[in-house]
């Protein structure tokens, strides 16, 4: 164990599709191979599997299939509540990344594919705080380099890469992905220069050309001074450049992130602005999943309301939603095939007279 090894926390952001997940798979692997190991997190409960050896997995503490059935959610709102719960015991994991400081230099955080989930939810807010707070942290938005060969989509990520710079207020790396398929050059090349982009533009003629002209123009500023390292999860290419900015990154916290940081913090205090406490009312209701995996568990309960027209009466017996919804499946096919057959019985009792008047 390096006790002088300081940690440094990577939030790996992305659209769905980018190669986000694979990406993380790689740098696991190149890290393992280069020097200490990284202490993995997976923060998606709705995937299927993870391919890289994650240390703390959130789908082992929060049943996302659960949350669903009990909250009547879509899969999105679902993802939304699970990270909501994951958050109020964020501390717990806080206290495993200190516990195993020495032993590991990057603790890599891969996020859920809707981005949005991530970025603009309150749990988010919480965990990226919660970690620039007590570690230098760094945010990789993945972006894929083939669907961002127009013009119009290279724009709508710097967009959306602008709106998580800002919103999270942390060092910026952008991880070109998919080189093997398609070179960053011409990505890069738009970034730095304004007049690269503008011809490129000329051979779009919608109105969409004129917003992402001046979009460009007004963007600029952010994000042609913002690390750029172009990859390629399936081959490996570029991963070196890759953690070269990510060492740059870690000293632009330290340097300029951190102190800002700092005085803020100061500010705050000073203004003793009361946090809002979070409180709730009902049994807790544990909703982990123990999977024998050796991975580090949290505790994290869901909440689940109470209703006060049942204070003072005997807790009711455990309803069977599956026998529910089969009953009313089968109440359902029975009075299609009541409908059915009356339809039938009147059909046939209008045309017997017409036939009968007709043979006569």
């Known amino acids: ?3 002088d090894l300081q940690p440094v926390c990577v939030i790996v952001l992305g659209m769905a599709g980018s190669g986000k997940t694979t990406l993380v798979n790689r740098l696991t692997s190149k890290l393992y191979s280069s020097g200490p190991p990284p202490y993995v997190i997976n923060l998606d409960p709705a995937c299927i599997e993870v391919p890289y050896p ?24 679902a993802i939304v509540t699970c990270l ?14 200190k516990k195993n400081q020495g032993r590991h230099k990057y603790y890599i955080f891969d996020t859920p594919g809707q981005i949005e989930v991530f970025t603009w939810s309150a749990s988010g807010n ?38 998580i710079l800002y919103k ?3 060092p910026f790396v952008i ?18 220069d304004f007049e690269s982009f503008e011809e490129a533009l000329d051979s779009e003629t919608s109105y969409v050309s004129n917003l992402t002209r001046s979009m460009c123009l007004a963007l ?27 060492v740059a990154a870690e000293k632009e916290f330290i340097e300029i992130y951190q102190p800002e940081r700092t005085e803020e913090e100061a500010r705050s205090k000073a203004n003793n602005t009361p946090k809002p406490k979070v409180t709730g009312e009902g049994e807790e209701m544990p909703l982990i999943t123990q999977v024998p995996t050796g991975r580090e568990l949290a505790d994290v309960f869901l909440r689940q309301g109470s209703d006060d027209s049942s204070d003072g009466e005997e807790d009711e017996e455990p309803v069977d939603k599956d026998a529910i919804e089969e009953e009313t499946f089968t109440d359902f096919v029975n009075r299609v095939r009541q409908e059915k057959s009356s339809k039938e019985k009147s059909a046939k009792t209008i045309s017997e007279p017409q036939a009968g008047g007709s043979s006569s």
Not at 58 to 75: A, H, S, W
Not at 84 to 97: G, P
Not at 177 to 187: L, M
Not at 230 to 246: C, I, Y
């Open 126 to 163: 919480i965990i990226t705080e919660a970690l620039a707070s007590t570690f230098p942290t760094v945010v990789i938005y993945v972006m894929d380099t083939v669907r961002s060969v127009n013009p119009v989509t290279f724009m709508s990520n710097m967009l959306y890469a602008c709106s």
């Open 54 to 77: 994650a240390n703390v997995d959130i789908r082992d503490t929060v049943n996302y299939k659960e949350v669903m059935k009990q909250y009547g959610l879509g899969p999105n709102g």
């Open 84 to 97: 909501n719960l994951f958050s109020t015991k964020f501390d717990q994991l806080l206290a495993l990344v």
């Open 175 to 192: 991880a070109m992905n998919k080189t093997d398929v398609v070179a960053h050059d011409f990505a890069v090349e738009w970034m730095r």
């Open 168 to 170: 999270s207020k942390l």
């Open 220 to 246: 600029e500023d952010f994000y042609k001074d913002l690390l750029v390292a172009g990859v390629s999860s399936t081959t490996g290419d570029g991963f070196g450049e890759l953690l070269e900015k990510l």
């Open 1 to 3: 164990m390096d006790e």
